[in-house]
């Protein structure tokens, strides 16, 4: 997607910790807070039945699936430790691994993978949290100002733990600001206000967003004669045709914001562009993903059945997905994860949609929740492993082979190298978030 309340302190030689630690970084741990604190967490058994809350005539309980979807976002992106794609060029003309490679690697530009679905879904998913977070803070009798605050002092952790994560190779603080965490920050205030209005405010609130983003690019306009395509690290071979050029790579309204804003902050050397044609004003359209994972949080606190809202959930992803689909056909708007253009909101957020309604039917409707243990484990502590697979992957890499040797992970042949090594990465991650939990060690904002 909170720093320690307490802690609960034993004799030395038995001591761990016995209160989570409170950082509720990332979508408050979302519905997970809507569960009171004599509930039980996933400790490596079953999760126990949902406590629950009472507030007004709603009711607050934990809804599995969540921690399981985000888990499986969070696998994910950690799994790019396994390097499905050098394993891939290792092994010319196999076609299953150079599919799995291809859904481990970002698009170029206009498209989407597996891998491109990781950023909405984590977004997504913070908008699924957010009433059960404001609900239990009124139950607990927050007053409204102290909510408030909270919100735009999460916003601004998220934003300088996005900087902070981006500036860990730098000389100096490098100040961008399209990291995940810092592209949620920058929305998350917006949401919470959104939040606290009416469905029809925030529906009319998408609506604008997705539109006024749109007009900026469609009304910028086109290179001239004179361009500077060096300076903007882009030539006319990269740039889309027709009407869709004013979504091209470097040449738009966001790249043209950046080369004003990024230069507000000290920088080694003036900013120019982004390489992969990333933006700040990405929030913007980023807050629409969270949007949309606000109404599917509302549906999921509704009196509706369970099968009325998987069923919501399954119209409204396939409602996203051809809505998104037809604008990028159609060359009104291309499908462009890197400047998030308002059909990939759509877009993308369809197969969000999709996701939550498969994880709900299984998990919640079906009762079927035992096979998702990996997954709750990495989901109910997403920001621990955000961090873990950022700060602690090129240590692990090293310590393995350091310790255990080449042999085990040469045991495949060559070839295998890269996959065995990540998975023992992998597993070790796995390992330390599994012992967090054991623990209740939590990690939010």
């Known amino acids: 997607m909170t720093r320690a309340k307490g802690f609960s302190r034993e004799p030395v030689a038995r001591f761990k910790l016995t209160t989570s630690v409170n950082c509720r970084i990332l979508a408050d741990a979302c519905y997970k807070c809507a569960v009171p604190s004599h509930a039980s967490t996933v400790t490596g058994e079953r999760v126990a ?4 809350v009472t507030s007004g005539s709603t009711l607050l309980s934990r809804v599995s699936s969540i921690d ?11 799994a790019e430790v396994l390097h499905l794609r050098r394993v891939a060029d290792a092994l ?32 997504f998913l913070v908008g699924v949290a957010l009433p059960f977070s404001l609900a239990r803070r009124q139950a607990e009798g927050h007053p409204q100002w102290r909510r408030t605050l909270h919100a735009f002092w999460r916003a601004l952790i998220l934003i300088l733990l996005g900087v902070f ?60 004669a004179d361009f500077d395509w ?17 979504w091209s790579l470097n040449t738009n309204a966001a790249w043209a914001f950046d080369t004003w804003f990024m230069n507000l902050f000290p920088r080694e050397t ?56 037809l604008l990028g056909a159609t060359g009104i708007c291309p499908v462009v994860k890197r400047i998030w253009t308002p059909s990939w909101v759509l877009f993308s957020g369809g ?3 999709l996701f939550l309604a ?79 939990s054991r623990r209740k060690i939590f990690l939010r904002i």
């Open 49 to 52: 039945a949902p406590a629950t």
């Open 68 to 78: 399981a979807y985000r888990g499986l976002v969070m696998l994910l992106m950690m």
């Open 92 to 123: 010319p003309g196999n076609a299953f691994w150079a599919f799995l490679a291809q859904q481990q690697t970002h698009v170029a530009w206009i498209g989407c993978t597996l891998h491109d679905l990781i950023q909405p879904s984590f977004t």
């Open 165 to 224: 994560l981006r500036s860990t190779s730098s000389r100096q603080t490098n100040w961008t600001f399209e990291d995940t965490l810092t592209q949620i920050g920058l929305g998350y205030g917006f949401l919470y206000l959104l939040a606290l209005r009416s469905t029809r405010v925030q529906w009319t609130a998408l609506a604008l967003i997705l539109v006024g983003y749109w007009l900026a690019f469609a009304l910028y306009p086109l290179p001239g």
């Open 230 to 246: 060096r300076r903007a690290g882009a030539s006319p071979e990269t740039q889309l045709t027709g009407f869709a050029a004013h």
């Open 270 to 325: 003036p900013f120019t562009n982004n390489r992969g044609g990333y933006s700040t004003l990405s929030f913007l359209p980023t807050l629409g993903t969270m949007l949309l994972g606000l109404f599917a949080g509302q549906v999921l606190r509704s009196p509706r059945s369970g099968f009325e809202k998987m069923r919501w959930f399954a119209i409204a992803g396939l409602i996203g997905l051809a809505a998104g689909w």
């Open 351 to 353: 197969w969000c949609f």
């Open 358 to 436: 498969a994880f709900y039917l299984v998990m919640d409707i079906w009762n079927q929740r035992g096979w998702a243990f990996v997954l709750t484990v990495v989901g109910m502590n997403s920001i621990a492993a955000y961090l873990i697979a950022h700060l602690f992957d090129g240590f692990i890499v090293k310590a393995l082979p350091r310790h255990l040797g080449e042999s085990p992970f040469l045991a495949a042949g060559p070839a295998y190298k890269p996959l065995l090594l990540g998975f023992g990465v992998l597993l070790v991650e796995w390992l330390l978030l599994w012992w967090m």
